[in-house]
């Protein structure tokens, strides 16, 4: 497709279920990073792949957050017994080689926990 | 740690009004900044980036200039349209790929 695509756009979770967003980045595009955006605030970092290597998880808040990209292309983020402090927007974004600086986000996946 | 403030929204202007959306920053160093835009059901996209002080970035009428002395990048444009309403959220790039984004401030452009 011409942009990061995430799905689903909305999911809705009971307190202890596990969910799974999923990201398809831009094709040919090596970096691929999640954030999350609290209601108000702005996105703040999770993690980042080039191709399917993670060389950067410092901002998973917890071991229940753990994201994946086996091929070096569609990510999946995954959260385990969701708690209600989870409840944001995660946002996918993709990059082209080196640079990194330049990301293209997707619109999306508002996690709603209950 | 590095951080970035920026004015609280919403912000309402009428069209053809004067924009300025202040951002501070607090960084070691001289990071790159950058504002990106939100629109209703959409992903950010890059609207404009300085990578060093005393530079100005620019972009569809938007400008912001890397100000070092007071560390600021405020958003500015001299001439809203309806259509520039969205979300603007300002940044600084910590190290090569990890954004330190504000808060976003709303913009709503009446007719």
């Known amino acids: 497709g011409a942009g990061v695509s995430q799905s689903p756009r909305y999911k809705v979770a009971k307190r202890g279920q596990d969910v799974a967003l999923r990201c398809d980045p831009i094709s040919g595009h090596v970096s691929l990073f999640w954030y999350q955006q609290a209601l108000g605030q702005g996105p703040e970092f999770l993690t980042y792949?080039?191709?399917?290597?993670?060389?950067?998880k410092s901002g998973l808040p917890s071991d229940r957050f753990f994201a994946e990209r086996p091929e070096g292309s569609v990510s999946t983020l995954k959260i385990q017994r969701t708690q209600q402090e989870d409840s944001a927007v995660y946002l996918c974004?993709?990059?082209?080689?080196?640079?990194?600086?330049?990301?293209?986000f997707g619109a999306g996946t508002r996690l709603s926990v209950l | 740690g590095d951080s970035v403030t920026q004015m609280e929204g919403p912000v309402t202007l009428s069209e053809e009004a004067f924009l300025t959306i202040n951002c501070t920053y607090t960084a070691t160093g001289y990071p790159s900044l950058f504002w990106y835009v939100q629109y209703p059901g959409e992903g950010l996209q890059l609207l404009l980036k300085?990578?060093?002080?005393?530079d100005k970035g620019s972009n569809k009428g938007f400008e912001a200039t890397y100000r070092k002395e007071t560390t600021s990048f405020h958003l500015e444009k001299g001439s809203v349209q309806v259509s520039d309403s969205a979300v603007y959220f300002c940044?600084?790039?910590?190290?090569?790929?990890?954004?330190?984004f504000g808060t976003g401030t709303r913009l709503k452009v009446l007719a």
């Open positions: 300085a990578t060093k002080a005393d």
């Open positions: 940044a600084l790039l910590k190290g090569t790929y990890k954004y330190i």
């Open positions: 792949f080039q191709n399917e290597a993670q060389l950067d």
């Open positions: 974004a993709s990059s082209l080689g080196e640079a990194k600086n330049i990301q293209y």
